[in-house]
Antibody, heavy 122, light 109 residues
Framework: EVQLVESGGGLVQPGGSLRLSCAAS????????MSWVRQAPGKGLEWVSV???????YYADSVKGRFTISRDNSKNTLYLQMNSLRAEDTAVYYC????????????????WGQGTMVTVSS | EIVLTQSPGTLSLSPGERATLSCRAS???????LAWYQQKPGQAPRLLIY???SRATGIPDRFSGSGSGTDFTLTISRLEPEDFAVYYC??????????FGPGTKVDIK
């Protein structure tokens, strides 16, 4: 079964750091493009970052310079290292797989994890 | 950066009615890279439509997408009880960044 399971969320003080993990099963993380998407309480979806199979990474302006996306191919796991956290980073963080149809990327996210909650508060 | 606007913010309809949701972009979006998602409370989003008009795997044919340029539409032909949810559009642009719209909530009238 194709599945994504996030972990690593929790309560952290402003200025602190946290690393989120997203373990994949049923497919290979390194062969796909993978993203993190977040949702603040009661708000809409906000794209955070993407990593492509070739290793290129991109970030939303709101997190650039503070967050780093990476993967461990041996563990088939995606990560999001979050530094200098702010109250406005409080959200449920989802990892998601980018879709491919007939070898062409759809740039849409076809598999999502259940999310992990990050709360930034003193 | 392309900004997506969705309207209406809330759509109040009855089961069996037709729902028409709009997604407007601040500049032209490639139809290949416009998607729609459904999200129910406490759940992760689910991909409905990609490439503006292609249904994702397992999505019923009452869901359809259309549009090009800056104006896109998600239509639910006959609302089923399980369709009451929040719907988001999403695009990928030349900046290599992704953006989501603010969402449209479809609730029961």
């Amino acid at each position: 079964e194709v599945q994504l399971v996030e972990s690593g969320g929790g309560l952290v003080q402003p200025g602190g750091s946290l690393r989120l993990s997203c373990a994949a099963s049923g497919f290979t993380v390194s062969s796909n493009y993978m993203s993190w998407v977040r949702q603040a309480p009661g708000k809409g979806l906000e794209w955070v970052s993407v990593i492509y199979s070739g290793g290129s990474t991109y970030y939303a302006d709101s997190v650039k310079g503070r967050f780093t996306i990476s993967r461990d191919n041996s563990k088939n796991t995606l990560y999001l290292q979050m530094n200098s956290l702010r109250a406005e980073d409080t959200a449920v963080y989802y990892c998601a797989r980018g879709g491919v149809v007939l070898r062409y990327p759809t740039k849409a996210f076809d598999i999502w994890g259940q999310g992990t909650m990050v709360t930034v508060s003193s | 950066e392309i900004v997506l606007t969705q309207s209406p913010g809330t759509l109040s309809l009855s089961p069996g009615e037709r729902a028409t949701l709009s997604c407007r972009a601040s500049q032209s979006v490639s139809s290949s890279y416009l998607a729609w998602y459904q999200q129910k409370p406490g759940q992760a989003p689910r991909l409905l439509i990609y490439g503006a008009s292609s249904r994702a795997t397992g999505i019923p044919d009452r869901f359809s997408g259309s549009g090009s340029g800056t104006d896109f539409t998600l239509t639910i032909s006959r609302l089923e009880p399980e369709d009451f949810a929040v719907y988001y559009c999403q695009q990928y642009g030349s900046s290599r960044l992704f953006t989501f719209g603010p969402g449209t909530k479809v609730d029961i009238k």
